[in-house]
């Protein structure tokens, strides 16, 4: 049974920084691709960034480009998000996920992940 639970959220102030860790049991997780999503109250998921199975090739929204940085870790906490420069419009429930299907490509795309963790808040204040 695979289960990925985040972990690192909390409320911080603008400027500030948070790192995001996703515990994961279940899978040999460094042969799969992963990504980070959010949901802000009152809207729908959207994706932040991921990266493919070997860790060469990584996306971000446009929003966070510059200021997140996703990385694979070992396999008991195989990505994490560093988020610097934090803003209140990155206030949201952060998910990981992970494909369900070996040696993947990072993906923009909500349906291309089969797993998902509960989600961690993140807060920025003003």
């Known amino acids: 049974q695979v289960q990925l639970v985040e972990s690192g959220g909390g409320l911080v102030q603008a400027g500030g920084s948070l790192r995001l860790s996703c515990a994961a049991s279940?899978?040999?997780?460094?042969?799969?691709?992963m990504g980070w999503f959010r949901q802000a109250a009152g809207k729908e998921r959207e994706f932040v960034a991921a990266?493919?199975?070997?860790?060469?090739?990584?996306y971000y929204a446009d929003s966070v480009k510059g200021r997140f940085t996703i990385s694979r870790g070992n396999a008991k906490n195989p990505v994490y998000l560093q988020m610097n420069s934090l803003k209140p419009e990155d206030t949201a429930v952060y998910y990981c996920?992970?494909?369900?299907?070996?040696?993947?490509?990072?993906?923009?795309?909500?349906?291309?992940?089969?797993?998902w963790g509960q989600g961690t808040q993140v807060t920025v204040s003003s």
């Open positions: 990266i493919n199975w070997s860790g060469e090739t990584t």
């Open positions: 279940g899978l040999p997780f460094s042969t799969y691709a």
């Open positions: 996920a992970i494909q369900g299907k070996r040696f993947g490509s990072a993906s923009r795309s909500r349906t291309d992940y089969d797993y």
